[in-house]
């Protein structure tokens, strides 16, 4: 079973049951977790709810990138539109749950792992935490409401980590808006047990201690200096000629031009919205053709099926991706905006 999901004393569990596969969100355990938070919502029983995931490696690294591969390069686009449509509808019923939604993430938390995680009330991390979107590397865009993370994170930041994949650490996390609180993991089954018993989500609180500062924090103020640009090509002419500024650049080409490209635009547009419902919309203009007029299946294929890290993307670099280009990705889905 990839799932686990039960009434347990005053809480309702999910646990991630797919540790060889990092835990990768299949539709399967999507369409289980919406059931189960449908059937808490009015259950006086459950007091809050509590996601984990087994395996010390990953809360979860993302979503089914394997089912997706398959069924897009034999040209059923229509499987991963569904995917996502129903994915991200999840997403937005954990941003809006009325019940606190408790999040316990070691190790891999990335796209669809950070769905499923990131946008409940009561986010934990620990010393494995490694947290990131690097979507762009495989022809898709921050998701699942991701983008909505990043325009919250202070100043510049949501570009940079959209467009580099930069992995956070705990301290990071929580600097940048993703996390919550740092917690210790060998004390993560005790907190469990707190909750089981007593359904009082105070004692996440209770337990949260300062972590070490992370290196995002020495990064903000040359993030924000040099990530304002209108435009991509804006913010690559105006990066530094210095250590950082080659590594961000080597980043950033190192994804999908159009990826890179669209992911700047969203973020700002969902910046301007600040709603969870808006940026998944947004976002589905995108992942919605990313299939049939993006990169994501020359994405997927050169990083997990032939893992020959050298994908052919269909621009050949970030400065011949147009703005008519960008706002073609980004117009209307194939039959409308998904109902969320």
Known sequence: MSIRIRKIGRIGQITLQRPEALNAVTYEMVLAIEAALDGWRDDDDVACVL??????????AGGDLQYMYDTASKGDFDAGRTFWRDEYR????????????IALCQGFTMGGGVGVSLHGS????GE???????????????????????ARAPGRLGEYLGVTGYRMNASDAILAGFADYFIP??????????LIESGDWSAVAALARDPEDGPLMGLRAQVDDH??????????ADLPDNDWGAATVKAIRAGSPLSTNCTIELVRRARTSDDIRAALQQEYRFTSRSASEGDFVEGIRAAIIDK??????????????TADTVAAMLSE???GDIDI
């Open 51 to 60: 996601i984990d995931a087994e395996g010390h490696k990953a809360f979860s």
């Open 90 to 101: 999840l997403n937005a019923k954990i941003a809006t749950y009325p019940k606190p939604y």
């Open 122 to 125: 009561h986010r934990v991390v």
């Open 128 to 150: 494995s935490s490694k947290i990131a979107m690097p979507e762009c590397a495989v022809g898709l865009v921050p998701d699942v409401g991701g983008t909505l993370l990043l």
């Open 185 to 194: 993991e060998t004390e993560w089954p005790g907190l469990t047990e707190t």
């Open 227 to 236: 990530f304002a640009g209108e435009r991509l090509t804006d913010i690559l």
């Open 308 to 321: 020959d890290r050298n994908p052919r993307w269909r621009h050949a670099s970030v400065e011949e991706v």
């Open 333 to 335: 889905p194939l039959g």
